[in-house]
């Protein structure tokens, strides 16, 4: 059995016809912002996606933690894989994000999970973590299916 990292809830076994990590991680090689920022794909399954980037010195912002806009970034990226996963070139239409708890360097996981997917548009919920396990953002994205 996978570890649960940061107590993140389990995520479903990714079906035979559906688009795994790996495929995932070709279609999203050529997202500059996410290779720049260091984002990685850790686990993909229908409907849900986990991905996560080591916060360093150049997330920080002057009060010295992580930067809402590397957090909001972050986001964004977990809910462009959990999406594409069912439906590759799914665009954001919108994204609502709400800070709880700053974040210190460190790893930085965000987890996508479906809240509504029609034929056109998805929602998804996605929560940001830190390497301490605590929630420190939560965010609400809209998606349009091209």
């Known amino acids: 059995m996978e ?20 495929a995932l991680r070709g279609l999203f090689a050529g997202d500059r912002v996410a290779v720049n920022l260091g984002m990685e794909i850790e686990h993909v399954a229908n409907g849900g996606a986990r991905c996560s980037m ?18 909001y970034a972050l986001a964004d990226y977990a809910f462009s894989v959990a999406a594409a996963s069912g439906h590759p070139g ?3 239409l919108s994204g ?24 056109r548009t998805c929602v998804y919920r996605v929560e940001v973590f830190g390497d301490n396990g605590v929630l420190s953002a939560v965010g609400t994205f809209t998606g349009y299916k091209r």
């Open 3 to 22: 570890k649960k990292p940061y107590n993140l809830p389990e995520m479903p076994p990714m079906p035979p016809d559906g688009y795994g990590a790996e």
């Open 54 to 71: 080591l916060a360093g010195p150049q997330h920080l912002n002057a009060l010295g933690v992580v930067q809402g806009g590397a957090i």
């Open 90 to 92: 799914t665009v954001t």
């Open 96 to 119: 609502d994000m709400h800070y709880l708890k700053p974040l210190a360097q460190g790893r930085v996981m965000a987890h996508a999970e479906a809240v509504s997917n029609t034929r």
